[in-house]
């Protein structure tokens, strides 16, 4: 339910900050793919898919980061 209800998520800001960044499109998917984990048996101990959560989180929302603003030098013309 998490990964669901998180992926709509950024989708939603992703809509609600003017679209056009695909990144967040990849960034949802990733998240929605960790919904059905449980019922495939993978990670039946919660402790082991919160550590696998935490980690996706972590490493994605930096990424998301560099890449918003990668993205907004580009459309200002400003630095890299």
Request: aromatic letters at 4%; proline letters at 4%.
């Amino acid at each position: 339910m998490t990964g669901l209800t998180s992926a709509a998520a950024l989708l939603l800001y992703r809509a609600g900050t003017g679209g056009g960044r695909r990144h967040y499109v990849v960034a949802a998917a990733l998240v929605a793919a960790m919904a059905p984990l449980p019922a495939l048996g993978l990670g039946d101990d919660k402790g082991t898919l919160v550590l696998v959560w935490i980690g996706l989180v972590g490493l994605l929302f930096p990424v998301l980061g560099l890449l918003d603003h990668r993205e907004l030098a580009r459309r200002t013309g400003k630095g890299t």
